[in-house]
């Protein structure tokens, strides 16, 4: 693999389930992201990680939780999940966490 | 409150000119960014401004006025493969990444 690879692609869901979208990256970047993008908003931060071991809430991390045990993973739990968590989720990473983002192809959750 | 502006959708021809226009009202300013989305995929790093002035990268060019608050992208020789959304977002002094939400660019034959 090459990159951030996000996992799974797509998924539905129903309500009160838990729910945990992977994300692994190769590049040994520190800083990691987990955003939800919807139609008509920018990008939103849920959660992020500026080292393995640390992790910091971002604009919108109600119902959302991670966790960074080591450089490569930021896996992103949804406790359980309700219609209003229906988006499309994108994981990033950049290296020093001041530069470019390095983004998966996203994860696209339907809560119904 | 923190806030970035963009259209939400442009049309221009093929071969032509578009300047994609950002404002952004935030809490400091640590750098701002131009990403490019196609339809269902991944964001893309297009460009980085710092400091004011222009910077040219092949058919791409992003500009930045830190005084007004204000940035471009410049898309020149348009081709259809420059369909798609481009993102601007500024870095507060918190250094977290304030997002706009995104110009869809239509282009036409």
């Known amino acids: 693999i090459a990159g951030i690879t996000q996992a799974p692609t797509s998924q539905i869901l129903a309500a009160g389930r838990r729910m945990t979208l992977r994300c692994t990256q190769d590049?040994?970047?520190?800083?990691m992201y987990w955003y939800r993008q919807d139609l008509g908003l920018g990008l939103r931060l849920i959660h992020y990680?500026?080292?393995?071991?640390?992790?910091g809430k971002g604009e919108v991390p109600d119902g959302y939780s991670v966790s960074r045990a080591n450089t490569d993973d930021f896996p992103l739990t949804l406790a359980s999940a309700v219609p209003s968590q229906t988006s499309v989720y994108f994981c990033a990473s950049s290296e020093s966490g001041t530069g470019e983002l390095f983004f998966g192809e996203g994860s696209r959750l339907t809560v119904l | 409150g923190q806030n970035i502006d963009q259209p939400t959708e442009m049309t221009a021809t093929e071969g032509a000119i578009v300047q994609i226009n950002c404002t952004y009202q935030t809490s400091g300013f640590n750098g701002l960014f131009w990403y490019q989305q196609h339809a269902g995929e991944a964001p893309t790093f297009l460009s980085y401004?710092?400091l004011d002035g222009l910077e040219e990268k092949g058919r791409f060019s992003s500009f930045l006025s830190r005084s007004k608050g204000y940035s471009y992208l410049l898309l020149k020789e348009l081709q259809m493969k420059d369909s798609a959304s481009y993102l601007c977002?500024?870095?507060?002094?918190?250094?977290?990444?304030?997002w706009g939400a995104g110009t869809k660019l239509i282009i036409k034959p």
């Open positions: 990680s500026n080292t393995a071991g640390t992790t």
């Open positions: 977002a500024v870095r507060d002094s918190n250094y977290q990444l304030i």
């Open positions: 590049m040994r970047h520190n800083a």
């Open positions: 401004n710092v």
